[in-house]
C-alpha cells in the first residue's frame, strides 16, 4: 500500500457492503468521512419522510445523490460569481491606486 494513503471503511445507508476506500492522508479522510455522514443523515430523513414504503431504499439514495449534485451546481456557480466579483473589485482597486499614485 502506498504510504502516502489511507484505507478507509464508510457504511452508507443500507449498503450491505461496506464502502472501502484509499485516500489521502490529513483533509481528505475528513471530507471522505464528513461526506458519508451528511450522506446518511440525507438518506435518513428520507427514510423517516417516505417510512410508508412509497420509496425505496435505492430511490431515496438516488435523491440524495441529485440533492447533493445540484448543491455542487449551486456551489460551482457561486464560486464563479465570487471570482468574478473579486475581479471587478480588483480592477477598481488598481484603478483607484493608479489614480491616486499618478498624481
Known amino acids: 500500500m502506498n504510504d ?3 484505507k478507509i471503511t464508510l457504511r452508507i445507508a443500507d449498503l ?11 483533509a ?3 471530507y ?6 451528511l450522506f446518511n443523515k440525507r438518506w435518513s430523513f428520507y427514510k423517516n419522510k417516505y417510512k410508508d414504503g412509497v ?3 435505492q430511490s431515496m439514495m438516488a435523491m440524495v ?6 448543491l455542487y451546481c449551486e456551489m460551482a456557480q457561486d464560486r464563479k ?3 468574478a466579483d473579486l475581479k471587478r473589485l480588483d480592477a477598481e482597486a488598481a484603478k483607484i491606486l493608479d489614480e491616486h499614485t499618478a498624481q
Open 4 to 6: 502516502d494513503k489511507l
Open 16 to 26: 450491505k457492503t461496506p464502502l472501502a476506500l484509499l485516500v489521502d492522508y490529513g
Open 28 to 30: 481528505d479522510e475528513k
Open 32 to 37: 471522505w468521512r464528513d461526506a458519508a455522514d
Open 55 to 57: 420509496m425505496d431504499s
Open 65 to 70: 445523490a441529485v440533492e447533493m449534485a445540484r
Open 81 to 83: 460569481t465570487l471570482l
